[in-house]
């Protein structure tokens, strides 16, 4: 009979986009997450780290943290949360020793990565929390440890070795950045510079599914190991991603997912066009009550633009220009860059994109006279 796991990760709990509160929409999005467990019923629920999103939550996400733990406790359903690199490992496993007689299990030690959570006559869970290399290094006393692919394989040694040992089907749940996977870069605090903090798949391998965290983009990335994708989208660079969860059967040496989406209090999605087009086309009425990032196209200075937007889109919280935001020659971007650093030509560039026409003696003058100013002051200082 194959283990039934509902996979998710990444709720990053209290987080808020452009400054606006995301808890309404967290807690939205749970309550469809404990319908989905009454529903399937599955054997566990496992969270690959990020639960909350920073390291002392407020006190509203642990509310909503300690209320959702409870609902799943009263479902029967057995819960497994690993800390990400966004949680503080400590806090996150504060009580769960005595949790764990309701079937929470919340680990956030590395000392603890070979203890698998039994789901009895079904298989067993084996927590890995997120592997700073310099706790691993401190934990193992070796100062010769560097790195998270030698962190992560010197952990894994030990917890593929007792997965060895086991009849029924096993799952890894991590939290880690695995090679080979696509990113969503205004979304993830990167674990590392340059790709340091990236782990072989190959060092995940031994196990019937591996359930990982920490990348909000849903992906399998090798046979078998599968990140689930965030809770909700986080940035507007994952306006195009569908979220939802995992609902994996896994037997042994063979297991069959099923994507469920969970669907979104407010969606966040990005427009463009002139601002008339956007204040007036019809299709986009779906929109007004979502969070918009705008790129305008209009040209010239367009006056209080984000206030006149929310006119129509309630929530608009980022407002670009398409002259400003890169792109091919003659943008503001490709004038700066060929400027060279002279100040006159840049403040012409400026000056030109923003007002929609060449700056006149007056206005050079005035300029000029500032970069005056300036240079007399830095002399004086």
């Known amino acids: 009979m194959a283990l039934r796991i509902l996979h998710t990760s990444d709720w990053h709990l209290g987080r808020a986009l452009h400054e606006e509160s995301l808890l309404d929409d967290q807690a939205w999005a749970l309550d469809r997450l404990c319908e989905l467990l009454r529903d399937t019923r599955p054997d566990a629920l496992v969270v690959a780290g990020d639960v909350f999103d920073r390291a002392v939550p407020s006190a509203e996400a642990v509310s909503l943290l300690d209320d959702l733990l409870n609902r799943v406790a009263a479902l029967g359903v057995p819960l497994l949360a690993i800390a990400g690199n966004h949680d503080s490992a400590e806090r996150l496993s504060f009580g769960a020793r005595l949790l764990e007689a309701r079937g929470v299990h919340l680990r956030g030690a590395i000392s603890r990565a070979a203890e698998p959570v039994e789901i009895p006559g079904k298989g067993f869970l084996y927590p890995v929390p997120y592997l700073d290399p310099e706790v691993v290094r401190g934990a193992e006393g070796d100062e010769e440890l560097r790195g998270h692919a030698a962190a992560t394989e010197r952990v894994m040694a030990r917890v593929r070795a007792d997965a060895a040992t086991r009849a029924l089907p096993t799952v890894l749940v991590a939290h880690a950045f695995v090679q080979g996977a696509s990113e969503t870069p205004d979304s993830e605090r990167p674990l590392a510079v340059g790709g340091s903090g990236c782990v072989p798949a190959s060092s995940l391998g031994g196990f019937d599914y591996v359930a990982l965290g920490h990348l909000h983009a849903p992906q399998e990335v090798a046979p078998r190991v599968r990140y689930s994708g965030s809770l909700l989208k986080y940035s507007f660079g994952e306006a195009d991603h569908v979220k939802g969860v995992v609902l994996a059967e896994v037997e042994r040496g063979a297991t069959r997912v099923e994507i469920v989406p969970l669907g979104a209090r407010r969606d966040v999605v990005r427009l463009s066009g002139t ?69 006159l030509r840049l403040f012409e560039a400026f000056f030109e994109t923003v007002a929609g026409a060449t700056p006149g003696p007056e206005h050079r003058e005035v300029f000029a006279g500032a970069l005056a100013e300036i240079a007399r002051k830095e002399r004086a200082a």
């Open 275 to 343: 601002l008339e087009e956007l204040l007036r086309r019809p299709e986009l009425a779906p929109f007004e009550r979502a969070l918009v990032e705008v790129t305008l196209r209009d040209e010239g200075y367009v006056f209080d633009a984000k206030h006149r937007l929310q006119a129509r889109f309630a929530h608009v919280l980022n407002v670009l220009r398409e002259d400003l935001a890169g792109g091919g020659e003659g943008t503001f971007a490709a004038r700066v860059e060929g400027a060279g650093g002279d100040d």
